[in-house]
């Protein structure tokens, strides 16, 4: 049993470093390549080009790409299904048909529909239309966007790790049952949940009614600490740092707030007592917008551009080894980016547990701030 | 051009803030050891909470 698990973390460090190595490669061989043509090319903007794709969802999970000796362009990962609601009903089709290109060229035809995908966006070419057209402002003229289903990569990385999580929590609860102790990996997260509990949700909360809101607050802990930290690994996942994905979480906080809510928290946010009555309808629309539109923002925001921030250094700096190549020379450039990008994985590793702490603990705050009793201030 | 000036702006304020926020947090844990981790809690939410405003700036700003 112990050898089997040794040799488990084996596997799973060289897959790690495997991954990790290829994946720096492939972006230097793209550079090689492109000196080798003779013709100036502009590193810096490939770079950004590379980072941006990074940040953004896609259709298919690339884990790297490399030029061929043949000059060919050679794609390694897998392709993800692309579910679509269009003007005549559902059509399904895998992400592969469109072989990686996203600028409209490859028209894939299904159920009698001609589809394209456009920077990461699936359009239904209208009918009679064979290939798209483009304006002078680059947006497709005899085409338009249809309603997207697709599990995308970042739906992947939800998916997983709900399951990873569903995994977890349900072996720990069921050790409870036959033992007081838990064994294995269920000791790394039994004090992790009393942390929630009694760190976070307790004292914001209230001894009154924390209870009720600590299987939300260790869901948001969980699943965004674990989603942040699979965007550190060579997967690449960039799940936190989609604003669809931190404004449903920002959604979720807002309603449990505004459902749970007292009678004496919605009386002082609308009709504040004790103010003179002139001043109340204008602290009602201050109040109203705080709690309505502000505290959710600011949720969703700060997790959003956190992570994406936090994504785009690290990949800048890992970039250095290629920008400051013909300053630095090749052993300068690769030991200035191996020294900064380690330090900044480090902080990234902080950050990924500070961001999923302080979501958490702004919404036990503002949970807290709904369902206290008013009834003692007057 | 504006708008960079204006980030500029944003980050040189939220610094200022933070800057005070921790220089304050670390005067009162000198004074009251006992009370490290009261102060340290509320440390760390107005500093969320003022960074999520400058993020929010910085956001519509860009």
């Known amino acids: 049993m112990k050898i089997a698990q040794k040799s488990i973390k084996f596997i799973l460090i060289v897959v790690v470093a495997f991954f990790t190595s290829v994946n720096f490669a492939a972006i230097s061989e793209k550079n090689q390549d492109n000196q080798s043509d003779g013709g100036r090319v502009n590193t810096k903007e490939e770079v950004e080009a590379y980072i941006l794709h990074h940040i953004k969802d896609s259709h298919d999970f690339s884990l790297f790409s490399y030029t061929s000796d043949a000059g ?43 589809f394209a995908k456009i920077h990461s966006k699936i359009y239904e070419l209208n009918k009679g239309a064979s290939e798209v057209t483009f304006d002078e402002t680059h947006h497709a003229k005899n085409a338009h966007k249809v309603l997207d289903f697709s599990i995308t990569k970042s739906v992947v990385g939800v998916l997983l790790i709900g399951f990873l999580l569903l995994l977890w929590f349900s072996s720990l609860a069921r050790q409870y049952k036959t033992q007081k102790i838990p064994t294995g990996f269920a000791r790394v997260l039994e004090p992790l949940v009393i942390y929630v509990r009694d760190e976070i949700a307790r004292p914001n909360i209230g001894e009154k009614h924390y209870r009720r809101f600590t299987g939300y607050l260790l869901t948001v802990f969980f699943f965004i600490w674990t989603l942040n930290l699979s965007g550190l690994t060579p997967l690449g996942f960039n799940v936190t740092g989609q604003l ?79 920008t400051l190549k013909e300053s630095l020379g090749v052993v300068g450039a690769t030991g200035l980016s191996l020294v900064l990008s380690f330090f900044i994985t480090l902080i990234e590793v902080l950050v990924a547990f500070l961001q999923a702490y302080i979501f958490t603990m702004l919404s036990a705050l503002f949970i807290g701030m709904a369902v206290e009793d008013h009834a003692e201030h007057h | 051009m504006y708008n960079l000036i204006g980030a500029g702006l944003i980050v040189i304020g939220a610094g200022i803030g933070l800057g005070q926020i921790g220089g304050k947090a670390m005067e009162g844990i000198a004074r009251q050891p006992e009370a490290t981790g009261k102060i340290q809690t509320a440390m760390i939410i107005i500093a969320a909470l003022l960074e999520g405003l400058a993020f929010g700036a910085l956001f519509l700003g860009k």
């Open chain 1, 72 to 114: 060919e362009r050679k794609h390694v990962g897998f392709p993800l299904p692309i579910i679509l609601w269009t003007s005549e009903g559902l059509v399904t089709f895998m992400s592969s048909n469109f072989h990686h290109n996203d600028d409209g060229h490859v028209i894939v035809e299904k159920n009698g529909l001609k």
């Open chain 1, 244 to 322: 669809a994905v931190t404004g449903c979480l920002a959604i979720f906080t807002l309603v449990i707030y505004s459902v749970s809510g007292t009678k004496g928290y919605w009386m002082h946010m609308i009709w504040m007592p004790g103010v003179p009555v002139l001043i109340r309808p204008v602290l009602a629309i201050i109040e109203l917008a705080g709690a309505l539109l502000i505290k959710p923002f600011s949720l969703l925001v700060r997790l959003f551009a956190n992570i994406s921030a936090g994504h785009i250094v690290v990949m800048s700096l890992i970039a250095i080894m290629f």
